[in-house]
């Protein structure tokens, strides 16, 4: 089945720099691409996603690229806020239309 | 609009006594998902739904039966609970499946086995 492996996994960023959060999967024949925000004592929410046939998406200070050749896709979190502390999963489909999620990676922004 | 609704948020149990966590959604979607979140773990699938009267086996699935009687409600049930099933358990749906849209999650339920 689909691996999902995310580094690092933890991040500390001072607020208003830049984080970015790398994950690699196993499964060439992976799709779709999602990213979950978990604050503390929080549901799992999707912030954003990428598929296949796109090498990159934006959303505001969010932006997800895809390397399908390498086979790992990134988080890039721009002007980072105190609010952007949180745990980051990534997830992969597999080839059995499952997604597959990563361990996560926890991400704190220093005031 | 709800979303998804799990019960109970809070559990302690005792070796070998059962117990069913229930999720309802009011969205009409066909998709249903079991999850259990342990730390450094990430989230893994326990079992998970297609449809109303199916059901599928995750990652995860041991020690863990559920069913899907009804569209808006999959239970997951634990018949003799043991200490390894000490988690948080969410609940999710999606109008399609996971590989290919967003899931929603309900907001947990927390689950002690001593």
């Known amino acids: 089945g689909e691996n999902v492996e995310q580094h690092p996994s933890t991040l500390s960023v001072q607020e208003g720099d830049s984080a970015v959060i790398k994950c690699t999967y196993s499964?060439?024949?992976?799709?779709?691409f999602p990213w979950y925000k978990q604050e503390l004592g929080k549901r799992p929410q999707l912030i954003i996603d990428?598929?296949?046939?796109?090498g990159e998406k934006k959303d505001q200070r969010i932006a997800v690229t895809l390397n399908k050749t390498a086979k790992h896709f990134s988080l890039h979190i721009t002007e980072t806020q105190p609010e952007d502390s949180a745990v980051y999963f990534c997830?992969?489909?597999?080839?059995?239309?499952?997604?597959?999620f990563g361990k996560g990676n926890q991400v704190v922004v220093i005031p | 609009n709800a979303g998804v609704t799990q019960t109970p948020k809070f559990r302690v149990l005792k070796t070998g006594q059962s117990m069913t966590l229930l999720c309802a959604q009011d969205?009409?979607?066909?998709?249903m998902y079991w999850y259990r979140q342990d730390p450094g773990m990430g989230l893994r699938l326990i079992h998970y739904?297609?449809?109303?009267?199916?059901?599928a086996k995750g990652e995860v699935p041991d020690g863990y039966n559920v069913s899907r009687l009804k569209k808006q409600n999959f239970l997951l049930g634990l018949e003799s609970a043991a200490p390894s099933q000490t988690s948080v358990y969410f609940c999710?749906?999606?109008?399609?499946?996971?590989?290919?849209?967003?899931?929603?999650f309900g907001e947990g339920s927390r689950l002690t086995v001593l």
């Open positions: 739904s297609v449809g109303e009267g199916t059901t």
């Open positions: 999710a749906s999606s109008i399609l499946g996971d590989d290919t849209g967003e899931l929603f």
């Open positions: 997830a992969a489909s597999d080839g059995n239309n499952r997604l597959a």
């Open positions: 499964d060439s024949a992976s799709n779709y």
């Open positions: 990428i598929r296949s046939n796109v």
């Open positions: 969205m009409n979607h066909e998709y």
